[in-house]
């Protein structure tokens, strides 16, 4: 932290770090990591700032929360923050105003990866994510999110400020949004959104906008694209653009039932062959389903540049040739179906804390399996679970030298 006064309150289960003081007052190095908050009045974990500089190295990370009153994680007033492999299971459970699950607020350059959110209460916001106004280049990757009421993904900013290059790449999303709410929502004035190679699944009985663009003080959508998804429907999705100004769909698949689909040129309408896609539960253990099951013809899409290097598994993707449809690239896959330090509470250590164990003893049989026999050592040893640092972890394609 630079500069005291700092201070760290709650409501019952609610923990706020907020930087108070002088005009030079914020954090600097705060990590919040393995905590275990259960049942909140409202939020649950909060870093806030004053209007002053804004806080810098900012890592939250390896935390279970459960039964929230409001909203899940938040940043508010920070630079290159760092939100991964956090997982909350139900949220918004009290609150009667807006919340969502992981979200930044007046911060630039936050990424948020590796994390599963489900069970998100109510449509005033209820998603799983949210890339809120007063933010630059947000980043979601690599995230779970299902079964939450409000739906995936909000992207908004009220007409008088902004919020601008928020990138959702190689997520899976999986029964999100009652037949009152949406799967992805732009409210007011974001600008540049792009949202690709993600894999979203919609369940027999879910009838609602996949796409939902709307004005919020005098704020209307600006440009966004979406190209390369693969949007899987078993109920019936409509699309609600009119109050968008502008935006692109490219090379996307589309399957079952889509109401006033928007033009893609180049839009496929071939199932990939897939495990079991709507299959997952809790926990990334559960994915496999989204893994393929064969080797037969994967759809292609177009090479978009500074593209994270990897896909949802861990699999490389290209740099410069047409990457696979979807949040799976099929080729040299690692076959491992649990996420990296996936949370195992074991008991409690004070209040409020719990130990999460890193199970790592076949870490050399696989890592032997994947080089001699899918020829992908590198990237299995990439997916594999690595001793956890107080550092953060490095971001794909982006360096934290300007942050």
């Known amino acids: 932290m630079e500069r005291s006064p700092s201070s760290a309150h709650h409501r019952p289960g609610q923990r706020t770090f907020e930087a108070k003081g002088g005009n030079s ?3 600097d190095g705060l990590l919040i990591e393995r905590c275990h908050v259960v049942r909140t ?3 649950s974990i909060c870093q806030r700032g004053h209007g002053g500089p804004r806080s810098l190295r900012v890592v939250i990370r390896d935390n279970l929360l459960e039964d929230i009153g409001g909203d899940g994680i938040k940043t508010w007033g920070s630079n290159g923050a760092l ?5 909350i299971h139900g949220g918004r459970m009290r609150a009667r105003d807006a919340a969502a699950g992981i979200w930044p607020f007046d911060c630039d350059d936050t990424l948020i990866q590796f994390n599963e959110v489900s069970g998100m209460k109510g449509v005033h916001d209820g998603q799983g994510f949210d890339s809120d106004y007063l933010c630059r280049r947000s980043v979601f990757q690599y995230n779970y999110s299902h079964d939450n009421e409000g739906g995936f993904m909000l992207v ?3 007409g008088s400020s902004y919020c601008e290059d928020t990138v959702i790449r190689y997520n899976i999303s999986q029964n999100d949004g009652i037949n009152d709410a949406r799967v992805f929502q732009f409210a007011g004035s974001p600008q540049r959104t792009r949202a690709y190679n ?7 009985h879910q009838q609602l906008p996949m796409i939902q663009a709307g004005e919020w003080e005098g704020g209307k959508p600006g440009e966004f694209t979406f190209a390369n998804n693969l949007f899987i429907v078993e109920g019936r999705v409509t699309y609600q653009l009119d109050k968008a100004s502008k935006y692109l769909f490219e090379n996307n698949v589309f399957l079952g039932t889509h109401e006033k689909r928007p033009n893609d040129a180049r839009a496929l309408t071939t199932m990939p062959p897939l495990l079991a896609p709507g299959s997952a539960k809790d926990g990334f253990a559960s994915l496999g389903g989204y893994r393929p099951r064969s080797s037969k013809p994967w759809p292609t899409g177009v090479v978009i540049p500074a593209n994270g290097g990897r896909d949802f598994f861990g699999a490389p993707v290209p740099a410069s040739s047409p990457p696979s449809i979807g949040a799976v690239q099929p080729q040299c896959a690692p076959q491992a179906t649990r996420k990296p330090r ?3 509470p074991l008991r409690r250590e004070g209040r409020g804390r719990s130990v999460a164990v890193v199970p790592q003893y076949v870490f050399g049989a696989l890592a032997w399996f994947g080089q001699h026999w899918l020829g992908c050592f590198s990237n299995a040893v990439a997916f594999f679970p690595q001793v956890p640092s107080l550092a953060p972890s490095p971001r794909p394609g982006r360096s934290r030298a300007n942050s």
């Open 342 to 344: 996936d949370w195992k």
């Open 41 to 43: 009045d409202r939020n």
């Open 83 to 87: 939100i991964e492999h956090n997982v």
């Open 156 to 158: 908004c900013s009220p």
């Open 198 to 204: 993600n894999t979203i699944f919609i369940g027999p």
């Open 25 to 27: 007052t914020r954090f």
